[in-house]
């Protein structure tokens, strides 16, 4: 006895979309699907999407798209997934041989982050909504993330991440920051300095002395860091501890930098 083709159908369609093979057609609509969900999302938020709505804005039939993606979750998950590969592709692009080698893979994480000075669509999905995924999907985005920060910055790829985030900086101040942080060596002195005005502008050669990123000790307030144009921009109450400690130790050298050395020596 034959099964019936409507039954074979119904039956085909419970099969999980990442696990079928798509005709080149198929494909060429999934990427439609993913981009134009990427921009409207961007636009109107997820909250007041839903995964009907969005097949009708996009002139497919839900049942059509369900055959791409199970659920709107999934359909987050995987322009999230995308956009980190593509962020694995561009770090993987800079040579293993070149020199400075980890700053030009976070000037390729700018690149392929950033559009026109601000988060392109999909980037901005990732920072904004994985929080809000269920358990399996947003673990699996985390561990990627979390991948890439360590190529970018080791250990405190996570306070990296978060400067190379943040669309107010640029990849010389990044740099600048993240110096800040790391560099546990005494930069030469001036010698038209005043010797007073140079002790109190000196790095402590003590590492002891200098700020750790790995210490989890919070400060009490919120950090400050200064913008290009002058004005003060916040960091979130949510924001990591060595982060906050960071924008201190940079907002310190930016004031020292700044002062004359006669205001300083007082």
């Known amino acids: 006895m034959l099964i019936p083709a409507r039954i074979l159908r119904k039956h085909a369609m419970d099969v999980d979309p990442t696990l079928r093979l798509l005709t080149p057609r198929e494909e060429a609509r999934e990427e439609r699907i993913l981009t134009t969900a990427a921009h409207l999302i961007t636009r109107f938020g997820a909250a007041v999407i839903s995964f009907t709505n969005l097949a009708i804005a996009i002139k497919i039939a839900p049942s059509t798209m369900r055959r791409h993606f199970a659920d709107f979750d999934a359909l987050l998950g995987e322009i999230m997934r995308r956009h980190l590969q593509t ?136 950090s400050f860091i200064d913008h290009p144009a002058g004005l003060f921009t916040p960091l979130q109450s949510d924001t990591p501890p060595a982060l906050r400690r960071l924008a201190e130790e940079l907002r310190r050298l930016q004031v020292q930098a700044q002062a004359p050395p006669q205001t300083i020596a007082a």
Do not use: W
């Open 87 to 222: 962020i694995a592709e561009a770090l993987g692009a800079v040579p293993r041989d070149a020199p400075d080698r980890p700053r030009l893979q976070r000037a390729a994480y700018i690149e392929a982050t950033r559009g026109l000075g601000a988060p392109t669509a999909a980037h901005f999905i990732l920072a904004t909504y994985r929080t809000i995924l269920p358990d399996d999907e947003r673990d699996s985005i985390n561990a990627i993330r979390e991948q890439i920060g360590i190529i970018l910055a080791g250990a405190d790829g996570e306070a990296c991440l978060h400067l190379l985030d943040c669309p107010c900086y640029d990849i010389d101040q990044i740099e600048r920051m993240l110096s800040a942080a790391f560099c546990h060596e005494q930069p030469a002195t001036a010698p038209d300095r005043p010797a007073q005005a140079a002790q109190i502008e000196a790095t402590p050669t003590n590492p002891t002395d200098v700020p750790s990123l790995k210490d989890e000790t919070a400060p009490s307030r919120i």
